[in-house]
């Protein structure tokens, strides 16, 4: 049972390395801004309640937050271990899943602080488009489909997210080192945390938080 943590800021390409990273090691992706979405195409109660937080870029509440994860990681996929994608964004959200996970008798290996400049992460979200279908990211510069607006891996169409907005951009930033980057001090203390720079190729970043991962294990 192996619980890993991805913290980095929004653009940082959590979301592409996370699920990679679960799909190789055998663990669940859990990334709560993807559930989110998804709740917003099926309109559930959860998506009405998240909906407003979400445009603006600011965090929907910790209680609804904690209790989607914790439901989600009862599921049997889960039961290997998880990979948490936008989870937790602030230290209420850590404490939380600490609590949660310690009365299991359980706890998070290791926290993956995927590093990249401000520069870089303003530069990212203004050109970015993601798959409907299968949530591959794509930059309109540095990484464009094959067939504009087409996905290259499975032809799903390729959208721009309402929350990639510039004002929204600078927003979802501002929450980020605000409430997210605490957490680096937080899981530092607990020695729990690697850092892998974020920046260059795809496979390049994969290849760095896989070996920062295999050092946490043997440490
Ligand atoms: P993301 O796809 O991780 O960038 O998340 C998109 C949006 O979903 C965020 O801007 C928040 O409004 C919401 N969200 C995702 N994860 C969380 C979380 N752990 N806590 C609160 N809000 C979240």
Same mark, same amino acid.
């Given at each position: +049972?192996?619980?890993?943590?991805? %913290?980095?800021?929004?653009?940082?390409?959590?979301?592409?390395?996370?699920?990679?990273?679960?799909?190789?090691?055998?663990?669940?992706?859990?990334?709560?801004?993807? +559930?989110?979405?998804?709740?917003?195409?099926?309109?559930?109660?959860? &998506?009405?309640?998240?909906?407003?937080?979400?445009?603006?870029?600011? %965090?929907?509440?910790?209680?609804?937050?904690?209790?989607?994860?914790?439901?989600?990681?009862?599921?049997?996929?889960?039961?290997?271990?998880?990979?948490?994608?936008?989870?937790?964004?602030?230290?209420?959200?850590?404490?939380?899943?600490?609590?949660? %996970?310690?009365?299991?008798?359980? +706890?998070?290996?290791?926290?993956?602080?995927?590093?990249?400049?401000? &520069?870089?992460?303003?530069?990212?979200?203004?050109?970015?488009?993601?798959?409907?279908?299968?949530?591959?990211?794509?930059? +309109?510069?540095?990484?464009?489909?094959?067939?504009?607006?087409?996905?290259?891996?499975?032809?799903?169409?390729?959208?721009?997210?309402?929350?990639?907005?510039?004002?929204?951009?600078?927003?979802?930033?501002?929450?980020?080192?605000?409430?997210?980057?605490?957490?680096?001090?937080?899981?530092?203390?607990?020695?729990?945390?690697?850092?892998?720079?974020?920046?260059?190729?795809?496979?390049?970043?994969?290849?760095?938080?896989? &070996?920062?991962?295999?050092?946490?294990?043997?440490?």
């Amino acid at each position: +049972m192996l619980y890993i943590v991805f %913290l980095g800021a929004p653009g940082a390409g959590k979301g592409t390395q996370a699920a990679t990273v679960a799909g190789k090691l055998n663990l669940a992706h859990v990334a709560t801004g993807d +559930m989110f979405r998804e709740a917003q195409k099926q309109e559930t109660e959860l &998506a009405k309640q998240a909906r407003a937080y979400m445009e603006k870029g600011e %965090l929907v509440p910790d209680g609804i937050t904690i209790q989607m994860v914790l439901e989600r990681i009862a599921a049997p996929d889960c039961e290997k271990g998880v990979i948490f994608d936008g989870f937790p964004r602030n230290l209420k959200q850590a404490e939380a899943l600490d609590e949660a %996970l310690g009365k299991q008798g359980k +706890m998070i290996g290791s926290v993956i602080y995927i590093k990249v400049s401000e &520069a870089e992460l303003l530069e990212r979200l203004g050109g970015r488009w993601i798959c409907r279908q299968c949530q591959t990211p794509y930059h +309109m510069v540095n990484s464009p489909p094959q067939t504009p607006g087409k996905c290259d891996r499975c032809g799903g169409e390729l959208y721009q997210r309402s929350d990639d907005t510039p004002e929204t951009v600078r927003e979802r930033l501002r929450v980020y080192f605000a409430e997210t980057a605490p957490l680096i001090d937080y899981y530092a203390r607990t020695g729990k945390l690697l850092e892998a720079g974020g920046e260059g190729s795809v496979e390049d970043v994969r290849e760095r938080i896989l &070996a920062s991962l295999e050092k946490g294990f043997v440490r």
